[in-house]
Structure formats: C-alpha cells, structure tokens
C-alpha cells in the first residue's frame, strides 16, 4: 500500500525549534516529488513548498521562503519540514503529499496531518 | 501572484446536481484538479488533469475547464458529499483555492 506516514503532535513554546516528519513506503521514495501544505484552525489549504528526495531539489512558495526548511532523507524515505523559531502563528495542521508527474500537477497521496501547536 | 477564487458556500439537495467553480485568470491553460477534505479528515483527490478521476472516486464526481474557469461537478449528490472542496494548480508555484463548503440538505 502506498502511504504517506507523518510524526506526531507536537506542543512547542514561541521561540523553540522543531523538525515533523513524513515516512513514504510502498512506491520509490526518491521518484517523486513530496510537497507541505499548511491548513491553519478553520482555514484553507496553503502550498509551502516541495522537495524532489532524489537529488534533494526543494522550492518554497514565496510566503513561506526562510520561515521554514523542507529536507529530504532518502536513505530512509523520509521528508522533513523544520522551522528554527516556531511563532504561535504557526500553529496548525501541516500535511505532506505525494505528486505523481502522472496527474500533471495534483498531490495523490497525502498524510494523515501532524498538529503543531505553539503556545506560552 | 496567481490566484484561484471559489465560493465559500454552495448548498445543494440530495440527489440533486452541485457545481462549484474555480475562477483564474486563463485557468483553462493549465490543468486543474480537486481535492474533498472531511472534517478531520486529510485531503482525498478527487479530480485531476482537469477531469480525470482517480482510482476509486465514484462517477458521480467530473471535472471541466475552459477560459477561466474550473468547475467541479457532482451528479446525484449524495449526504457522503458534504465536505470541503478546494481547486488546485501549478503557475510558477502550486496554488490552492479558497475552498467550498458543500451542504447536502
């Protein structure tokens, strides 16, 4: 089964780093594209960025360009999202998601989702 | 910066037919897809190269885009319907719409 495995909740403080992850199996890891999506509480769906696992080449959606850093392991088919100095306006469910270059354009898989909530 | 506009809201019958647009500038030149969110539940394709559907996704769910605009269509609407629908892109960057609310009553 192709599947897209994310970390768990995470309860941070303003200030502090921390780094999700997101484990595919089932598929070649390194043959697709993996992107992050930001859903804030009641809010829409927000494209942060994507990472190709097999060279490591990653974009960022302008809005979230050096507020985070999206990396790749592809040793242990893992993809990361990272901030150094969480905000508690980055609370919020964050998927990953598969792009299959067959669907031009769409994510086919996605993540349960990992809660990251920022609070003092 | 491309962007992808919705309706907050489209309420529909149950066995009745539910559109719900996606509005971007020459859209019709790029290939739009559609995702159905739950509550608490992750993203589901539903719809992608425009009108294609994935494995699973049953046939009352079709997809047209031309000029503009994006529509989503679901036939025989069904109360497993109701959910969050957002339209997706690529321009330079991956871009989502606002999201629908469909209520099935």
């Known amino acids: 089964e192709v599947q897209l495995v994310q970390s768990g909740a995470e309860v941070k403080k303003p200030g502090e780093s921390l780094k999700i992850s997101c484990k595919g199996s089932g598929y070649s890891f390194t043959s697709y594209w993996i992107g992050w999506v930001r859903q804030m509480p009641g809010k829409g769906l927000e494209w942060m960025g994507i990472i190709y696992p097999g060279d490591s080449d990653t974009r960022y959606s302008p809005s979230f360009q050096g507020q985070v850093t999206i990396s790749a392991d592809k040793s242990i088919s893992t993809a990361y999202l990272q901030w150094s100095s969480l905000k508690a306006s980055d609370t919020a469910m964050y998927y990953c998601?598969?792009?299959?270059?067959?669907?031009?354009?769409?994510?086919?898989?996605w993540g349960q989702g990992t809660m990251v909530t920022v609070s003092s | 910066s491309y962007e992808l506009t919705q309706p907050p809201s489209v309420s529909v019958s149950p066995g009745q037919t539910a559109s719900i647009t996606c509005s971007g500038d020459?859209?019709?030149?790029?290939?739009a897809c559609w995702y159905q969110q739950k509550p608490g539940q992750s993203p589901v394709l539903v719809i992608y190269q425009d009108s294609k559907r994935p494995s699973g996704i049953p046939e009352r769910f079709s997809g047209s885009n031309s000029g503009n605009t994006a529509t989503l269509t679901i036939s025989g609407t069904q109360a497993m319907d109701e959910a969050d629908y957002y339209c997706q892109a690529w321009d330079t960057d991956v871009v989502f719409g606002g999201g629908t609310k469909l209520t099935v009553l």
């Open positions: 998601a598969r792009h299959d270059p067959g669907t031009l354009g769409a994510f086919d898989i």
């Open positions: 020459k859209l019709g030149d790029k290939y």
